[in-house]
């Protein structure tokens, strides 16, 4: 299986937008922009979520209670209904993933703005998405918005916190569950299994992901994507001589995050079909931009 390069929409010189996935669970963008190089009105979607997870530079969210800043290796999940919007701020350019679960249509949405050429285009092309102006009298409670900074000092630890294994939950919402795993070297994850229901997404921070599917492993090395979708047979480890630290996504979150705690053993995972599962070409593997 290759890992493939994200679709370039427009950009040059190390600066702007890759599409790297555009599914029925999540479409996803890589951007990279100089400070007030993105700026959208103020928003909301009514049947979404819009998640960023900050790679460097700085990000700061607009919302109708005030500023919220994000700084490097942060996530933040703004929830449908929230009034919105976000701009580049600081002094360096930023790097950051643009998330929106399920996708609602993200990838010819962002496709469209590129290849829009006057204002009528541009409305066009934001009516087919769920994105609409401010409402007049507000929108979603702000404080519903979650902001949390990975590395271990931020959101739930599960389970036994060792210097060879850190699980840490940092979003928790219906659309999606967010947590991080940092793995030692030769530690073990989760034996092949599928999900019947939800799409399961690995962003490797550092090191690498040893991703086992039905014809054979995928060594995802960071910074790298494999995003799978239902029914996709897999497992996963660290069989590099490194340590290892990912991003695990599910999407939507079918009670991940309960399952994780111990609670939730209906969890949408299952033993591998007889017929092996969806053809692993469907699984999603990207390299995110240089």
């Known amino acids: 299986m290759e890992i493939r390069e994200g679709e370039h929409v427009t950009g040059q010189d190390g600066l702007g937008v890759a599409l790297l996935a555009d599914l029925e669970q999540v479409g996803l963008a890589d951007v990279r922009s100089q400070p007030g190089g993105v700026a959208p009105p103020l928003h909301v979607h009514r049947a979404h979520a819009e998640v960023f997870c900050v790679l460097a530079g700085e990000l700061t969210l607009r919302l109708e209670d005030g500023e919220r800043r994000v700084g490097p290796d942060t996530w933040a999940y703004v929830p449908p209904g929230v009034v919105h919007t976000f701009a580049v701020t600081g002094e360096e350019r930023a790097h950051f993933l643009n998330l929106h679960a399920p996708g609602s249509g993200f990838g010819a949405f962002v496709r469209g703005l590129h290849a829009a050429r006057s204002e009528d285009d541009l409305r066009a092309v934001r009516a087919a998405f769920d994105q609409e102006p401010a409402p007049e009298y ?42 991080e795993f940092a793995y030692g070297p030769g530690q073990r994850g989760a034996k092949p299994h599928v999900h019947r229901h939800h799409a399961d997404a690995f962003l490797v921070a550092e090191g690498e992901l040893a991703l086992h599917h039905r014809d054979g492993t995928l060594a995802l090395p960071a910074p790298g994507l494999a995003l799978l979708p239902p029914n996709v047979l897999h497992g996963f480890d660290n069989d590099a001589p490194v340590a290892s630290r990912y991003f695990n996504l599910h999407l939507p979150a079918s009670g991940f995050a309960d399952y994780l705690r111990g609670r939730n053993p209906d969890f949408d995972q299952h033993d591998p079909p007889p017929d092996g599962g969806l053809d692993p070409a469907e699984i999603v593997a990207v390299r995110l931009p240089q």
């Open 138 to 179: 507000g929108g979603a409670d702000p404080a519903l918005v979650v902001v949390r900074r990975a590395g271990g000092e931020e959101g739930e630890t599960i389970g036994n916190r060792t210097p060879e294994r850190r699980a840490t939950l940092l979003v928790d919402a219906e659309e999606l569950t967010v947590c």
